[in-house]
Structure formats: C-alpha cells, structure tokens
C-alpha cells in the first residue's frame, strides 16, 4: 500500500492505520518519508516566499532570484542535491540582504535623530 497526501506533503504528527469490526490487521516493515523532490520543491516555495517579502522592504533580491531560477533549472535536470543547495543558498542571500538593508535604515534614522537631539539639548 502506498498513500501520498497531496493537500500537505508535509505533516508532522503521528500515522495510524485502521481496520474494520471484528479483524485484524498485522503491519510489517511500515516506512514513512518525504520524497526528496517534494522537500526540494517546498524549499523553493520558501525561497520565493522571502523574495518577496525581500521586494516589500526593497531589499536586493537580483542574486537571490537568479539563483532561485538555477534551482529550478537544477530540479527539472534532475540534479537533486545542487537544486536543493542552491535553494538553501537564495534563501540565505535573501536572509542576509534583508538584514543588510535593515541595518542600514537603522543607520539612517539614527543619523537623522542625532542632529535633532542635538538641537533639542541645545535649547535646552
């Protein structure tokens, strides 16, 4: 027996299998896993999920993106490990530039508050 649940690939929790009135059922060898291109096309969608986000904040998303589309390429080729790699990789560069451009808006206001607390001081 096989069973794929295509709503959510991804459960988390228990399994539990289920006989009628009055029989019995003996289960041998019973495996559960996640299909290696499943988890690479989930990781993807996490991917494009951040790039836009990423877009929201204007964030810098040209590298990301390029190699979100390189993961593609890698999946459709078969290449299962670079695919996977290269998702995780677009992820992470869209992580880290939207922590650089937070960071320097960080930077911006505060510039922009120090003169004013200065003069405040100043009047003071």
């Known amino acids: ?10 459960l988390s929790g228990p399994i539990g299998f289920e006989c009628g009135p009055r029989s019995h059922a003996y289960f041998d060898d019973v495996r559960v896993t996640v299909v290696h291109v499943d988890y690479i096309k989930l990781l993807i969608e996490e991917a494009e999920v951040a790039i836009d986000e990423a877009r929201l904040v204007k964030a ?13 390429g890698k999946l459709a080729t078969g ?3 670079s695919a996977e790699r290269l998702s995780r990789d677009a992820a992470a560069k869209v992580i880290a530039s939207m922590a650089d451009k937070v960071s320097a808006t960080q930077a911006s206001l505060s510039e922009g508050q120090q003169p004013s607390t200065a003069r405040a001081r100043a009047r003071q």
Request: aromatic share 4%.
């Open 1 to 10: 027996m096989e069973c794929v649940d295509e709503d959510d690939l991804f």
């Open 60 to 72: 810098d998303v040209v590298e990301a993106e390029s190699m979100l589309e390189e993961a593609r």
């Open 79 to 81: 290449d299962l490990l």
